[in-house]
């Protein structure tokens, strides 16, 4: 039951009754009924803080009324508990990559935190300094090897990429954590949606958390024919992360219960700016007549 505003001292917020029971009678079983009362109130002589509003004992029972009422009226709507339910779906889409080992590219490699972490340590005193040096001198090796191949041509493969990358390093003898050669390849590449889609293993495409949205589907549809209609039209490599599917429940009472007020007609708005003109163009008369 929806109540009127400004009920209360500290708060003008709308407020509502929840009736809730699990021994409904036969007819209401599987039902949900919203009452609108927002507007079953009369105004207080004198306000207490934000209270400005109260309800008579004859509203109180007029909201009752309302609620044992079987029929949908304006102030009464009826529906399935399931009309308020929805699945929320994750939506995934593959990561798709081109690599280029261009300058701007390999200077962005050098911003790359764990690259960066190369030329750190937690290690105190002369090992620790020993330390980052070493890791400085294996910073300038890898970006001169880099820049010594620098070129232009644009891979769209990472698999591709991946394995000349690898050859180039094990040629020269450099050798360093996995981390830093992901960070190294994430330096490089740039979201290509027309490169070729980024595989985990043979059989599995890597996610595009940049591109990963979310749907709300009512309990009543049916997953995968929405999906079907509504997604996958707009984007055919999408998929559903079936493991984070969801089940909420929301009770937009405001939307059931809106009325549609048509606007003024352009017709009628200019009549109207027609006769406030007159109006003022006669009122300027009499200013300056009188003058």
Request: with cysteine; aromatic share 8%.
């Amino acid at each position: 039951v929806a109540l009127p505003n400004d009920l209360f001292y500290n708060t003008g917020i709308s407020t509502y009754i929840w009736i809730l029971t699990n021994n409904k009678e036969t007819h209401r079983r599987g039902k949900v009924t919203l009452v609108n009362a927002v507007d079953f109130s009369r105004k207080m002589k004198k306000s207490m803080g934000n209270k400005r509003n109260e309800i008579s004992e004859e509203q109180i029972m007029d909201i009752v009324s309302l609620y044992n009422e079987t029929k949908q009226n304006k102030k009464i709507k009826i529906f399935d508990n399931e009309d308020f339910g929805f699945h929320k779906i994750t939506v995934e889409r593959p990561l798709r990559l081109n690599f280029m080992l261009s300058k701007e590219r390999i200077e962005r490699v050098k911003h790359e935190k764990v690259f960066q972490n190369l030329a750190t340590s937690n290690k105190k005193g002369e090992a620790g300094g020993q330390q980052v040096e070493e890791g400085i001198t294996l910073q300038k090796v890898i970006v001169a090897k880099l820049l010594e191949n620098s070129s232009d041509h644009v891979i769209k493969n990472r698999e591709l990429f991946v394995k000349l990358l690898e050859k180039l390093f094990k040629k020269e003898g450099i050798v360093f954590p996995k981390a830093v050669f992901k960070a190294i390849l994430n330096g490089l590449s740039e979201r290509d949606e027309t490169a070729d889609i980024c595989m985990k293993n043979k059989t599995t495409a890597e996610v595009d958390t940049e591109l990963r949205d979310y749907e709300s589907i009512p309990l009543k549809e049916d997953i995968e024919e929405y999906f079907e209609k509504e997604v996958l039209q707009h984007i055919p490599d999408a998929w559903i992360d079936a493991s984070k599917t969801k089940v909420g429940y929301e009770i937009p009472f405001t939307r059931h219960f809106y009325e549609h007020n048509p606007f003024m007609s352009s017709k009628k708005i200019l009549a109207e700016i027609q006769e406030l003109e007159s109006d003022i163009s006669e009122q300027l008369k009499k200013v300056f007549g009188n003058e």
